[in-house]
C-alpha cells in the first residue's frame, strides 16, 4: 500500500494510507542501514501488520525541510497583519523567498482586516508577484472560505510573525481544534519547539496541515548574490534584457531591472528589500572563510 506519514515516534510511524485507513508501522533495520530517515511528509510504501505493519520504501520527496522537518510541503500560508504588529515585509520577502527555493507555492494572507488596516498598501508590493493573496479576519469570520479552497488537498504550514493570528486562522478554519491564542511564551510552547517533531494534521477535505507553525529559512543564507534575483517572480521577465551577465541589477549600467523599476513596473519597496538582501548575502559572502 502507499500512504503519508503522519508522524514518528522512535521508529513507530503512523501512516495515512490513500484509502484513508491509518496504519502504525516501523522502519525496519534497512532503512537505519541506508541511513534513510522517515520525516512527516514522506510518500511511503508499506506493508500493513497486526499490531504493526512495516514500511518498504520512501517515495523521492520533492523538497525537505528543516525546520519543521518534513518533507513534501506544498502550501507556505504566510501571515501578515493588517494593523497590530506592524508587518515585518522583510521577514515576508524571505519566506517567498524560501518557498521558491523549495519549489512550495506561498499564500500571502492579510489578516485582522476588520481593524484599521493597511491591506491595500500591503498588497500593492505583492500585485506583480503573481502570488494569490487573501484578506481575512479571523475574529469576523471573513475570507476563509477562499483560504481553505487554496489549502485543499495539499500540506500546509502557516507562516509569519508573532500575534499575526496564526493560530486564530487556524481554530476558525477548523473548529475543534483550540489551539492557544495570544499567548506567545507559554512554556510548554517552547518546549515542544525543541523537543517534539513536527506531526501532521489531516482535514476531512484532503488538506493537511503541519501543527506547528514555522517555516525553516536555512537556505537562503547560502547563495551567491546575483542568484538571488531568480527568486523574485516579478523580476523574472526582465533578466535577459540586462547587459551583464551576472547582474545585481543595483549599480550596472543597462540593467532591465532598473528600467522597469523606473517605469514603476516593480514596486520600489520591494525592491529596497531586494537590494538589502543583496548587501546581506555580500557581507557573509566576504565572511564565508573567516
Ligand atoms: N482584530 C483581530 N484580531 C485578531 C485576529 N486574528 C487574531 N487576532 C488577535 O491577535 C492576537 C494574536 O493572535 P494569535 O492567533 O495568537 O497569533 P499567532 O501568534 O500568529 O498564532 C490575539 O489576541 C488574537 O485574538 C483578527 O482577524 N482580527
Ligand atoms: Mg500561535
Ligand atoms: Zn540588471
Known amino acids: 500500500m502507499t500512504g503519508l506519514v503522519l508522524k514518528g515516534v522512535g ?3 503512523t501512516v495515512l494510507a490513500d484509502d484513508g485507513t491509518r496504519h502504525v508501522c516501523k522502519a525496519r533495520g534497512k532503512f537505519r542501514q541506508e541511513r534513510l ?48 504588529p506592524q508587518p515585518d ?20 494572507v492579510i489578516n485582522k482586516c476588520d481593524e484599521q488596516s493597511d491591506a491595500a498598501a500591503i498588497a500593492e508590493q505583492y500585485k506583480d ?8 479576519s479571523a475574529h469576523e ?12 488537498g495539499h500540506i500546509c504550514c502557516f507562516a509569519g510573525q508573532s500575534a499575526v493570528g496564526k493560530s486564530s486562522l487556524l481554530n476558525a478554519l477548523i473548529p475543534g481544534l483550540m489551539l492557544e491564542t495570544g499567548g506567545l511564551s507559554r512554556k510548554t510552547d517552547r518546549g515542544r519547539h525543541t523537543t517534539r517533531h513536527a506531526e501532521l494534521i489531516p482535514l ?23 542568484e538571488l534575483c531568480n527568486f523574485y517572480p516579478d523580476m523574472r521577465p526582465y533578466l535577459t534584457g540586462c547587459k551583464f551577465p551576472g547582474c ?43
Request: glycine share 4%; proline share 6%.
Open 11 to 13: 521508529s513507530f510511524y
Open 37 to 84: 530517515s522517515p520525516i512527516p511528509g514522506d510518500r511511503v510504501e508499506f506493508m500493513p501488520g497486526d499490531p504493526e505493519g512495516y514500511l518498504l520504501s520512501i517515495l523521492k520527496r520533492r523538497n525537505q525541510l528543516i525546520r519543521p522537518n518534513i518533507a513534501n510541503l506544498d502550501r507556505v500560508i504566510i501571515v501578515l497583519s493588517a494593523s497590530v
Open 89 to 108: 515585509l522583510l521577514l515576508c520577502d524571505k519566506l517567498l523567498i524560501a518557498c521558491e527555493i523549495n519549489d512550495i507555492t506561498p499564500i500571502i
Open 129 to 136: 508577484t503573481g502570488y494569490k493573496l487573501l484578506y481575512t
Open 141 to 152: 469570520k471573513t475570507g476563509l472560505d477562499e483560504l481553505f479552497v487554496a489549502m485543499k
Open 204 to 226: 476531512e477535505d484532503g488538506t493537511v496541515l503541519v501543527d506547528t507553525p514555522g517555516f525553516s529559512l536555512v537556505n537562503v543564507a547560502e547563495m551567491e548574490p546575483e
Open 248 to 290: 545585481l541589477h543595483i549599480t550596472e549600467p543597462e540593467c532591465s531591472v532598473r528600467d522597469a523599476l523606473s517605469l514603476k513596473k516593480l514596486d520600489k519597496q520591494r525592491y529596497q528589500r531586494y537590494v538589502q538582501f543583496i548587501d546581506e548575502l555580500e557581507e557573509r559572502k566576504k565572511h564565508r572563510y573567516d
